[in-house]
């Protein structure tokens, strides 16, 4: 069977001497993998398979085996996300982000466009590129269906990562049912106050959002324990380290 595939690189595995094994997000199947002949022998091919690359492709399939790729072009040019240290790092986070918490097979194409638009607009950022990991969080959990509540208050300054909401620092802790929040769950109250703008700032506008850079990788942090919690698996992302040694 021929299909054809709009797909977003997430991670690429060697397979024997010249083959290799894509894992993607696609416009029509969700999470997929592909498999790539002769790769090695592609010096232009690979250089597309760069982490978040945007693809067109048409493979070929029995229906028992992994989809073979017959056709591959870029569907989208992004020199600079191959290139620039700083949007390399985001696009390596990104990737190993969405490698481990998106498992959905089937299509979500108000998912794929928010992915395909952020990577765009990643590409083609010229101001507040540090900040851009973070709103991409908070964007991502809106888009699996988590977004926080946006109720801040000088009553309520602080999120609950239990209640996806801002509460009052005095809430009674045994008011979620079965669970005692305490501060392991809690934003601190600079985290929550960068939230709260995030919240309200236009994903063109990030070089609006000034923090330091122990603030944006604390609030990183908590926002992967966040989307840990609500998709009931453990994210550990390595690569958020990395992030912090580029822009801290």
């Known amino acids: 069977m021929i299909r054809?595939?709009?797909?977003?690189?997430?991670?690429?595995?060697?397979?024997?001497?010249s083959g290799m094994?894509?894992?993607?997000?696609?416009?029509?199947?969700?999470?997929?993998?592909?498999?790539?002949?002769?790769?090695?022998?592609?010096?232009?091919?690979?250089?597309n398979l760069h982490r978040l690359s945007i693809l067109d492709i048409v493979t070929y399939s029995n229906g028992s085996s992994m989809p073979v790729i017959r056709e591959m072009t870029p569907a989208v040019l992004l020199?600079?996300?191959?290139?620039?240290?700083?949007?390399?790092?985001?696009?390596?986070?990104?990737?190993?982000?969405?490698?481990?918490?998106?498992?959905e097979i089937e299509p979500n194409p108000a998912l794929y466009h928010f992915l395909a638009s952020s990577i765009q607009l990643l590409e083609h950022s010229r101001e507040g590129i540090a900040n851009f990991h973070i709103c991409f969080l908070v964007h991502l959990s809106?888009?699996?269906?988590?977004?926080?509540?946006?109720?801040y208050s000088p009553q309520t300054p602080v999120f609950n990562i239990l209640s996806a909401g801002f509460r009052e620092t005095d809430t009674a802790r045994n008011s979620y049912a079965g669970a005692n929040p305490g501060t392991d769950f809690d934003f601190s109250p600079e985290e929550s106050v960068l939230l709260h703008r995030i919240l309200h700032t236009p994903v063109t506008s990030l070089a609006e959002i000034k923090c330091r850079g122990e603030l944006r990788f604390a609030f990183a942090k908590q926002m992967v324990r966040y989307l840990s919690h609500h998709l009931e698996s453990p994210l550990e992302i390595k690569s958020l380290d990395i992030l912090h040694e580029v822009f801290k």
């Open 4 to 17: 054809k595939f709009q797909i977003i690189v997430l991670h690429t595995i060697k397979h024997g001497d």
């Open 21 to 47: 094994v894509i894992q993607c997000y696609s416009d029509s199947a969700g999470r997929i993998s592909v498999y790539l002949r002769g790769a090695s022998r592609k010096g232009t091919v690979l250089a």
């Open 79 to 103: 020199p600079s996300v191959r290139t620039d240290i700083y949007k390399n790092s985001i696009a390596l986070f990104i990737s190993e982000l969405l490698t481990k918490s998106i498992r």
């Open 142 to 151: 809106r888009m699996m269906g988590f977004m926080p509540l946006d109720n």
